[in-house]
């Protein structure tokens, strides 16, 4: 809920709005990724029992052209471990709304990134 509060349903004028599919389980997880059509995940990576990181490296191993991935991290001392998860990005806890908004768009439109 805080990750959608904090984004909206327009992060860019550039982009079409942000359209949310919120899975509460791993399996759930794995099931919207293998059907496609995500642009992009966000993981909470203090999540149990499957923590954000973990899943992160497993789409990242089994899902061909797996789309980016943020993991958000209690600490900022925890962004190493976002990296050994093959995340594309990472935010963390408390959620800083202008933070994670840059964050995605850094991942949804590269090129908008640099001019925003």
Known sequence: MQVTTALGRRIHPDLPPVEYVEC???PVVL???DAGGIDLA???GEAT???GMG???QLKDEIFRCPPLLVLTAREQDAWL???SRADGVSTHPIDPL???NAVLGLLAPSSAASA
């Open 24 to 26: 509460a389980t791993f």
């Open 31 to 33: 099931q919207q990724m």
């Open 42 to 44: 966000i993981l909470d």
């Open 49 to 51: 029992p499957a923590g």
């Open 55 to 57: 899943v992160a490296r």
């Open 82 to 84: 976002a990296t050994w």
């Open 99 to 101: 933070k994670l908004a």
